[in-house]
């Protein structure tokens, strides 16, 4: 039988605020246990928490990017369970009516056509704390520093229909929410994670099958993963003849399996119902006007330009674009290079993350600046240095040894383009080669194309790479040819 997938993401990006949802506690992570967590935090008796309006505000900014409706009400709920790092008994989220309903992205699939997801809705709720296992002996510690941390959710329509699907469409989100800058998007640090739904169904079948939630997966590798798992094992189970329990599993990166937790919970167990302690929200046109003014380019808009005025392929403006830091260094890097794009393009996508990748690094950190690069690049395009040189440049630059322009002073790097001092070494080789010239004019024209590149390989090392290969090219071709 022929198993279709269906997948469906809630993913929970952490807001940049500096304050926290409901309290005026700070946000930044990483400090000393508790030190961040103020009476609201704790759910100490007697607090009320006021809403942050800056989270508010980015909530819409992401809903104008998704192109969704943003309702002129909006509504506050408790979803009531019990866990240490929960202190109120009840996580403050958002039911039936969030702050951002139906909206949509697009992925670009492997072919390189496009498909759209669709977003059922995106609402503001709190981060709990935080559990420790390590350290305490068989006690548990609990840190309640990221308790109250303004969480947007964003859940997917049950669009996806394998593993890359999801993660093309987890990146595209991720992308979004920075570009948006309303949230920082570091998944080590758990401000960007995801759940993951997955069923299957028999191919050509309308009903979904059950589904199994795979809770709690912070990086787009093990996204993957997990769902590929988790497909195999349901097809197992159900081609065994059993049935697939609804319930919420955990992926274990180091085994890549996923194990039951518990079951799945439906939404009457949570006993919603609207926090008394919040008012309803109520959102005006002019904000949203407001708001709508100031959003930034975003990706979609940002590649197409790409493609149009500089002439970028698709491939290229998709990676330039997918991070906006990437997509920033580029322009400032032709800029530079004195608006010069597919040698940009090249030396971004090839050696510049090829060496950040070694590092680990991100482009904000380069120690190449997009000004260097693009002096550089100047300096192919001027014909000062080969293709070729420019790599000993480019890796001089990276270990720190200065700019393009003194590098190739320093180290005499400099193209030789004067034909005599060319014409020379190509007198020497033509000489010092008798077997290689007899072959080579006994050959017809066709053949003489590939044993032309011996003759170049020797004049381009006996100039140590600088002579100009153009001008070599054509000097070995008359006097071989004459
Ligand atoms: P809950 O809030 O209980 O997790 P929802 O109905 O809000 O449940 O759905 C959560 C996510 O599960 C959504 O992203 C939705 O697209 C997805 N989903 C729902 N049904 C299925 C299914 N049968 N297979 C895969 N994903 C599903
Ligand atoms: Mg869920």
Redesign the pocket.
Known sequence: MEWET?????IHTQLATESKIFSGAATAYGAEPNVQACAVDLGLPGVLPVINEQAIQMAIKFGLAIEAEIPERSIFARKNYFYPDLPKGYQISQFELPIVSKGHIDIQLEDGSSKTIGV?RAHLEEDAGKSMHEGFGKLTGIDLNRAGTPLLEI?????MRNAKEAVAYMKKIHSIVRYLEISDGNMQEGSFRC?A???VRPKGQDE????T?LKNINSFRFVEQAINYEIERQIDVLEEGSEIVQETRLYDPNKNETRSMRS????NDYRYFPDPDLLPVQIEQSLIDEIKSHLPELPDAKKQRFIESFKLSDDDATLLTSQKEIADFFEACVDAAGGETKLSANWITGELTANLNKENMDITDSPVTAEMLGSMIKRIQDNTISGKIAKQVFEAMWNGEGDADSIIENKGLKQVTDTSAIEKLVDDVIANSPDQVKQYQESPPEKQGKLIGYFVGQVMKQSQGKANPKQVNELLKQKLNS
Not at 155 to 159: G, I, R
Not at 208 to 211: C, H, I, P, S, V
Not at 264 to 267: P, T
């Open positions: 269906v997948i469906g993401l809630e059922t859940v997917s329509e049950p669009d759940d739904n997955v069923s979904f099958g059950t589904r939630e799945k919970e439906e939404a």
